[in-house]
């Protein structure tokens, strides 16, 4: 286990179909709390509900080898327009159901029974692991503070996903 921090490279998608760069809360909130956690971050996007262009985002994200880590937020409900877990779904080399059950288990506490309408995910896509969000506000800061950038941090012990990386990759 590392004994220090390990910045990872992470890139941040927001899918809207309403926010533009200045109201996207939930991105912001991404960025600047990753970034202000000493990881370096590649890139950020907005792009609307739209299958194949989250696809292909997706793919060159993940393609790219500096990529570690995507977080998305935004498309993941259960309406005829949330579409990225759909868009993600083809990508997927592993599942990592325990994120979504985890995120659904302490949303509970907010949001009560009203989680069970998140398809919020992770999966490993190659090599970077994915994370789909939903696009509230409340809902990326449950999923920073109590299981991205614990897990994003190769010092919390007794496991997490940076310390991983190498030995996925290798």
């Avoid at 990881?39 to 907005?46: I, M, P």
């Amino acid at each position: 286990m590392a004994d220090s921090f390990q910045p990872l490279g992470i890139r941040v998608l927001t899918v809207s179909d309403t926010r533009d760069q200045t109201t996207d809360k939930s991105g912001g909130l991404l960025w600047e709390q990753l970034g202000g956690a000493g990881h370096e971050l590649l890139d950020r996007a907005l792009l609307p509900d739209d299958l194949l262009l989250l696809r292909a985002q997706f793919a060159a994200w993940i393609a790219h080898p500096k990529t570690d880590v995507i977080v998305a937020t935004g498309g993941t409900g259960i309406t005829s327009r949330d579409v990225t877990p759909d868009a993600l779904a083809p990508l997927i080399t592993k599942h990592i159901p325990g994120f979504g059950e985890l995120f659904r288990m302490l949303s509970y506490a907010e949001i009560g029974a009203s989680t069970i309408q998140s398809r919020a995910d992770a999966a490993l896509c190659g090599g970077a692991l994915v994370f789909l969000l939903p696009g509230s506000t409340g809902a990326v800061r449950l999923a920073l503070e109590k299981i991205l950038l614990p897990q994003l941090d190769a010092r919390t012990k007794p496991c997490n996903f940076a310390e991983l990386l190498p030995r996925i990759r290798g």
